[in-house]
């Protein structure tokens, strides 16, 4: 299927049209605040994403668009996007994939500028190899590196710097002692299905979904097949039994760390653990729990207070921001947990005036699915990586990437 070639603008244009962006955002952001205090007000009041990313308006949810995969397509993107501010890399789950794009976009249906994973924009099988992937889950740029969880070959790829060309390849390999190994397994090396690989002070952590832990390196690996140092969420790095204590997880799906606070996305679970100081041993309990009201509780459920399969977890510094994928929105927190099952303030995705809407792409909030998205429902998110005053929200079942002012 053709793909159409991104516009041309004069730069006089381009001023015009950075400046409605910020305008757009502005409005947004001031419709947000007024809506928390609308005493009770019955219009609906849905957050309204700026840009959108894989599909050419806000109304498209096609997979591919409904063709074949290029450059400004996606399929079924499933975990956090990654940016340094300037760059967008996106994990094309089911087009085996990821795509780099130059700027971030400012407007709707813009197109990939690189491909990893693919040697053309329109190739999407999955393979093992150097420059080959399988069912990539999430991305991650940090110290000057690009992290991919390549899920499908049970293996964490990393670049050491950020690539600029269509099938750079990874320098390392974590998982696998070789790029043409992809094999499962559970110990100290091995991986099985990775869904997250985030770098934070040094670390590199990884969100080992199949495992049901976290594996943490206390300093970034150097050559293939590196052990890891600690695991959370199991006893030691042979044990894989899920659980709901505070030192345990079921299937965890994403993981955010500043260097020295810790969130894990126990999307099993239907809960988000926090720990307040990055923790140094094997096994360590978490502080705080979010999505349950203490550790021994694991039940799903719509409400300012609790999650339904919570997929992607972000912060930046004082906000978390967590894709409560069952649920259909994203939820927002404003300050790091001191108690544990604290509410929500603010949801994407559903109406600000209430927290106990679920319903995919349901615009006019009336319990039913709609025939078509919108730029203010999502339906199965599960990616929310906040960065520099903008949500990115990976809309898994919309095959999309949504764009949100902060």
Do not use: K
Request: glycine share 10%; hydrophobic share 40%; charged share 15%.
């Amino acid at each position: 299927m053709p793909v159409p070639a991104a516009p041309a603008y004069p730069e006089t244009t381009r001023r015009l049209q950075r400046a409605a962006v910020a305008a757009a955002m502005i409005a947004a952001s001031m419709l947000a605040a007024c809506s928390s205090d609308n005493d009770g007000d019955d219009d609906l009041d849905l957050i309204e994403a700026f840009a959108v990313v894989g599909q050419s308006d806000f109304l498209g949810a096609s997979p591919n668009r409904g063709g074949g995969a290029g450059a400004g397509t996606l399929a079924q993107p499933l975990g956090n996007v990654a940016t340094d501010g300037t760059r967008l890399f996106v994990a094309d789950t089911a087009n085996n994939r990821v795509l780099g794009y130059s700027a971030i976009p400012s407007t709707d249906g813009v197109v990939a500028d690189i491909v990893l994973g693919q040697a053309d924009f329109t190739s999407n099988v999955g393979a093992t190899g150097r420059s080959r992937m399988a069912l990539p889950a999430s991305v991650f740029i940090g110290e000057g590196r690009l992290v991919v969880a390549d899920s499908g070959n049970n293996r964490v790829l990393i670049w050491n710097s950020v690539p600029t060309q269509t099938g750079a390849a990874p320098d390392i390999v974590v998982g696998q002692s070789a790029f043409d190994s992809s094999g499962s397994g559970t110990s100290q090396t091995r991986l099985a299905f990775p869904t997250s690989a985030v770098i934070a002070n040094g670390r590199l952590l990884v969100a080992d979904q199949n495992n049901n832990r976290v594996l943490v390196w206390n300093s970034l690996p150097t050559t293939n097949g590196a052990a890891a140092d600690i695991v959370l969420g199991q006893p030691d790095f042979v044990t894989r039994v899920a659980d709901d204590e505070a030192e345990e997880m079921n299937r965890p799906a994403s993981v955010w760390s500043d260097g020295f606070r810790l969130l894990v996305a126990d999307s099993g679970n239907h809960r988000i653990l926090a720990w307040s100081l990055f923790p140094q041993e094997i096994g360590a309990e978490a502080d705080y729990v979010i999505g349950q009201s203490d550790f021994s509780r694991s039940s799903p459920g719509t409400s300012a207070s609790t999650l339904r399969t919570p997929f992607g977890i972000s912060a930046d510094g004082t906000r978390i921001y967590v894709a409560d994928s069952g649920n259909n929105r994203v939820l927002q927190f404003d300050s790091f947990p001191i108690a544990n099952g604290v509410q929500a303030s603010r949801v994407f995705g559903q109406n600000q005036g209430s927290f106990s809407a679920s319903t995919a792409n349901d615009e006019d909030q009336d319990g039913v699915v709609d025939d078509t998205p919108s730029a203010g429902t999502v339906s199965g998110a599960s990616g929310a990586f906040i960065y520099n005053g903008v949500l990115y929200v990976s809309d898994r079942n919309n095959n999309r990437v949504l764009l949100f002012p902060q």
